[in-house]
């Protein structure tokens, strides 16, 4: 069924496409469709381009470890999803989907929370992102998922806000010990900018850098495992360098508050933490 494009191009709305979530996958998306040669496809073949998301501001996650290390600012990292779906000719619906139908032909509708009729899609892509299974309900204690990412950035401030305030208290004995869970390129970005910006903070709070250690647990043989033995050497000896110890097939199980307002981590890890991001 054709219909009213609303006079953006000539040619009548043919078919939609839906995306569902505005992080890092579909920020690519709707860039490279106000761009050549998609820019052409798309007006040409009356397809009519929606974003449902529940974040307009939304965070790029390939910029998180340079917030961390204090690279970026938070604004630096955020994407005005506003201004890319202008530019694209996506239309942007800033609403949370919540249920989804299918229709036997193909196709279907996406309901929102905002209460409007539901959205009537040919195709649909969903990037909604993830979140570390199990961990969810420890944001409370001194544990800091990474995702959801729109989380992040102020749950990382919180953690430096309690650093600063405790520095003088770290001891040999008892250095502020971060644990980094997860071996794939985020942790292992994040065990880097982390450890670069928490010594900092030490540093600059009349604490003494050398009692930060940073330590990294993944379940794998090895960190990095779908990158190239080369890679994973050359960041072998970068871990050694800046002391950062790795513990390997390492999975952590759960999390629990330990009597010195430290967090434990149980299972094969066994380490007294002061945070512990996921990711
Ligand atoms: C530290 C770190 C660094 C990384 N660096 C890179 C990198 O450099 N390159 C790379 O390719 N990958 C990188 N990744 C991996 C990358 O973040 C993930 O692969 C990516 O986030 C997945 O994309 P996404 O769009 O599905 O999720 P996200 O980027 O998490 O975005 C999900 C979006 O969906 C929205 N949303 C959630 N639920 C709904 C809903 N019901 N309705 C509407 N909207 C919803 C959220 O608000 C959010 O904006 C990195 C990950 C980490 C942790």
Not at 21 to 34: C, N, Q, R, Y
Not at 41 to 66: F, H, Q, W
Not at 89 to 105: C, D, F, N
Request: aromatic residues 6%; neutral net charge; hydrophobic residues 35%.
């Amino acid at each position: 069924m054709k219909r009213d494009n609303g006079g953006m191009s000539g040619t009548p709305w043919v078919s939609d496409l839906v995306l569902i979530g505005g992080g890092h996958a579909h920020v690519h998306v709707i860039k490279m469709l106000g761009m050549p040669p998609l820019r052409s496809v798309v007006e040409e073949n009356g397809i009519r381009c929606t974003l449902i998301a529940k974040d307009v501001y939304t965070p790029y996650s390939g910029m998180l470890p340079g917030l961390v290390a204090n690279h970026y600012t938070a604004e630096e990292m955020h994407i005005d999803l506003n201004r890319l779906c202008r530019l694209s000719h996506v239309r942007l619906i800033h609403a949370s989907a919540t249920g989804i139908t299918y229709q036997p032909g193909g196709g279907g509708t996406v309901t929102c929370d905002d209460g409007r009729p539901p959205i009537r899609y040919d195709a649909l892509s969903i990037d909604i992102g993830s979140a570390p299974s199990g961990f969810s309900s420890h944001k409370t204690m001194d544990v800091t998922p990474v995702k959801p990412i729109s989380e992040f950035a102020s749950r990382f401030r919180e953690l430096k806000n309690r650093l600063q305030e405790t520095a003088k208290s770290y001891t040999k004995e008892r250095p502020f010990t971060l644990l980094v869970v997860g071996g794939g390129a985020g942790g292992i970005e994040l065990a880097l900018s982390a450890q670069y910006s928490l010594a900092q903070i030490l540093e600059n709070s009349g604490g003494n850098k050398n009692l930060l250690k940073v330590v990294l647990a993944t379940r794998g043989k090895g960190f990095l495992e779908s990158h190239n033995p080369k890679v994973r050497a050359i960041f072998q000896r970068i871990f050694a360098d800046r002391g950062i110890e790795v513990r390997f097939e390492a999975e952590a199980v759960g999390v629990e508050a330990s009597p010195q307002n430290s967090t434990t981590t149980h299972g094969h890890v066994n380490e007294n933490v002061e945070n512990a991001p996921m990711s």
